[in-house]
Each structure stands twice: as C-alpha cells, then as structure tokens.
C-alpha cells in the first residue's frame, strides 16, 4: 500500500518506519525542514532505541523516505495518517487542534482519488467529525473515508509496541475505510494482534480513557506512598501485594514523583475539559490532575527535607532529567518542576542525563551539566535520582560518598534499598518507604 504520514515526530517517524517495516511504500512529511534534512542524512531527529537501523534498512529498501512536500506523497496515496501534535491550548488546558485541521486542509488539497484519512494524533471526541467536514467543505467532490486509529506506542519502547501491540482500535463509520485499515495492519492481524474495529468517537475516547486510567493508577500509588511514610507501610510490597491480582495488574504501580510527558499531563486535561463541555464532569480524573501537579513541586520539598530544612547555597545534584528512560523527550518532565522549586529555595544545581540534556538546555535557566553521574555527583550536598536510567541502577555508592560534600541520597524511583544505602553511610529518603 502507500502511505502518507503527515508529522514525523515520535508517533509519525516510529509509526512510519514500522508501517514500511510491513512493507508498506511510506512517505514521512514533516514541516519542519531541519527535521527532514536531518532524517535523509541519516540522524534520528529523536533518541529512540533501534529506530535509526529500523529506518536506515527502510531508506535502503525504498520502502520510507522523508519530505518536506505534502502533495506528491498524498496524491495517489490509499491511506494518509495525520499524526500532528495535539498540545494543550495555553489558556484553557483543551488539546490545540490546529495542527490537525491545518494538516487537513492541505490533505484536502492534495488528495487524488480515493484514500482514508486517519487520525492517529489524539484527539478529543469529534475530531473526526470537524477533519471529514473539511475535507468534504475543500473538495465536494471528494471520494474520502475519514478514521481514527489512536497511538499506544511508549516512547522508549515504541517499536516493539507498535510491531507486537496489544490491541489496535480503528474507528470507522464505513466498511470502505474499515477496509482499507484492515489491510494497512494486516501484517499484524496476522501475528494476531486483537484488532478492535469501533465506531469513530468511540476510538477517539478509548485513546483518552486508556491513558487517563493509567494516570490514575500512577497517582492512586503515589498517594498511597506518602500514606506509606506516615504510618511505617513500604509501598514497594504494598505495589506486590494489590498488583499480583489479576483484576489489578503490576503494571503502573511503581511510586515515583508523578507523571509527566507529552501524553499523561495533556491527554487528562483535555478530557477533564471535554467532559466538562459535555456537562458529565469526569471527577476522578479532575482529582488525578491536580494530585499529580502539586506532587512535582512536593519532590522538591522532599529533597529540602532530607537536606535539614534549607537548601540554600548547597549543590543539589540531579541524576536524570527526561520525565522517563530512554527518551530525550523532556515534555512536562518532573525535573522541570523540581529544579524551579529548588532554584526559588536558593539552591545550586548541576545535573547529568543520558539523552535528554540538548533538550533540557532550552527549557532550564541557571543549571550545570555534568558528564557522567560521579562527576555531577562530585561536591554536592544532596544526589537527586529523578529518572529511572539504568546507568543510574549500579552506581558505586562508596565512591559517591566519598565524593561527595554530604551524603544526602533522595532516590524519587526507589532504585536503591534503604538499608544498602544507610550501610554506605548516606542519609537515604525514598518515596513511600518508611
Ligand atoms: N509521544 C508519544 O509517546 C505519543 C504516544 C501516543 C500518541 N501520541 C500522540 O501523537 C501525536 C503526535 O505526538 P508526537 O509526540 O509525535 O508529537 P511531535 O511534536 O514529536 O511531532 C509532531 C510533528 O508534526 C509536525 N507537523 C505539525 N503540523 C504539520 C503539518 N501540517 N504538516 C507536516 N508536519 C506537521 C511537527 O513539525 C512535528 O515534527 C499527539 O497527538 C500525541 O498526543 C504521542
């Protein structure tokens, strides 16, 4: 088949590659002219693990290439995704869907014959609807089927979750596009992946409800960590102990400083706002939103905690500053939050991260780089772990200790074991331990 990605950013560029990986004929557009420049010379735009062999066998297979030019990939294309950003709207917290109804007005102008076009971007209930109005208001005279296929792809794990899912939702109103989609995953029908076909709005909502429900697990945990430290409970075996049943699941149970990302922070708040418009608020979901914004900034009080009371002209060393391993994708990150509390309360920072320092640099004033977690480490009075990198897992905590001006170790992941790190001589807080 031939295909159109319309964005090649996370979900368009690892969606793409895999799609050509099927042995589908795609096409990655993207406005953005570095970002295209960037991928013909063969340098992932994004840290993505294994995306860079996926795309460069691709490339050589004239399976995938990359444009800047809508039009030619689009025309005589049979399916074209849109797979824009969907962030939230400054102002009012709703998804911004500019970039969607903006992707498909050029689609409009683009299209030759018959085609599906498809949302893969998430957006809220009736998206759908307002993209087939602009496409049939541009070109009355249009052959088109307008679905919704919502990403589940985790950054950091996105080919192996776009290539063995566990269920692909397409929502259709017609068994033309319903068709068409059959055929783009066939290669995964066929490795079995459960193939949910739904009406459109129901796609569009399952997306939301999917990742508001995890947000919710995230927090639920988290609130219960903090009850954990009050009353002498660990709820690392209190985790164990709900998610070995089976109606619970281990999954999204591990406590932590609260989620962030491009997906969990705007994804809740557009569908508390949606819910909102539909006069049927979704109040859990209001409460998980504002339990998780006050926590970032809690985690810097935490560390203040753990430092006496005041951090005021110490260095604080942060290990980890993307808001989970291995991405560099720095969007609404915890450490964003935690770093702008403990800067107002006087603090130094210096921080080290795998992947995500480009990325932090524009986004983080008044903050020291380090090369490697010993030498941020060096000097400081308090070692922060805030993102969970395995290069963080087996650090040598006598050497830290020696290294460093206090042994203070707030562990926001629970990497380490309290006792192993008191037997090293620090000072350890944890989340949710006693
Ligand atoms: N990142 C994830 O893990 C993830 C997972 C599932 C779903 N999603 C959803 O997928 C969508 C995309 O997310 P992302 O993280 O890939 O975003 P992103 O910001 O990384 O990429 C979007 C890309 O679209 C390009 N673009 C915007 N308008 C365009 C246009 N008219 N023509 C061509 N290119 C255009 C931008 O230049 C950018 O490169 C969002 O709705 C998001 O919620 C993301």
Request: proline share 4%.
């Amino acid at each position: 088949m031939r295909i159109a990605m319309i964005g090649s950013g996370y979900v368009g560029l690892v969606s793409g590659a895999c799609l050509a990986d099927f042995g589908h004929e795609v096409v990655c557009i993207d406005k953005d002219p570095d970002k295209i420049a960037a991928l013909n010379e063969g340098r992932m735009p994004i840290y993505e693990p294994g995306l860079d062999a996926l795309v460069a066998e691709n490339v050589r297979q004239k399976r995938l290439a990359f444009s800047t030019d809508l039009k030619p990939a689009v025309a005589g294309a049979q399916a074209v995704f849109i797979a824009v950003g969907t962030p939230s709207r400054r102002g009012d917290g709703f998804a911004d869907l500019s970039y969607v109804y903006a992707a498909a007005r050029e689609i409009a102008e683009a299209l030759t014959g018959y085609a599906v076009v498809v949302t893969k971007s998430t957006v809220p209930v009736g998206t759908g609807d307002e993209v087939e109005r602009i496409l049939r208001e541009a070109r009355p005279d249009l052959d088109v089927g307008v679905a919704s296929n919502p990403e589940f792809l985790r950054e950091g794990a996105a080919i192996g979750d776009f290539k063995r899912p566990d269920r692909i939702v397409i929502g259709a109103e017609d068994a033309r596009a319903a068709a068409v989609m059959q055929e783009v995953y066939r290669p995964l029908y066929l490795n079995q992946a459960p193939i949910l076909f739904t009406g459109r709005r129901t796609a569009e909502l399952t997306k939301y409800a999917a990742n508001a429900f995890l947000a919710t697990k995230i927090t639920f945990i988290n609130e219960i960590a903090d009850l954990c430290e009050q009353v002498g409970a660990n709820v690392q075996e209190v985790a164990r102990g709900i998610g070995l049943d089976n109606r619970i699941g281990a999954k999204f149970l591990h406590a932590g400083p609260g989620y962030g990302g491009s997906c969990f922070p705007k994804d809740t708040l557009a569908l508390v706002k949606t819910a909102q418009d539909y006069c049927t608020p979704v109040r859990i979901v209001e409460t998980v939103v504002a339990v998780n914004d006050q926590r970032k900034r809690a985690m810097a009080r935490k560390v203040i905690a753990a430092c006496g009371g005041s951090v005021r002209g110490k260095r604080v060393a942060l290990l980890g500053l993307t808001f989970k391993p291995n991405t560099d994708d720095m969007r609404d990150a915890p450490s964003l939050s935690i770093i702008a509390g403990l800067q107002d309360a006087g603090a130094r920072i210096v921080a080290y991260d795998p992947e995500g320092m480009e990325q932090a640099r524009p986004l983080l004033q008044g903050v020291d780089y380090a090369e490697d977690a010993y030498a941020c480490a060096e000097g400081a009075d308090a070692l922060v772990i805030v993102t969970e990198w395995n290069a963080f897992r087996a650090l040598d905590l006598a050497r830290l200790k020696a290294m460093m001006a206090a042994p203070v170790l707030v562990d926001l992941r629970n990497v380490y074991a309290s006792a192993d790190a008191e037997q090293h001589g620090f000072a350890y807080a944890g989340i949710g331990v006693a």
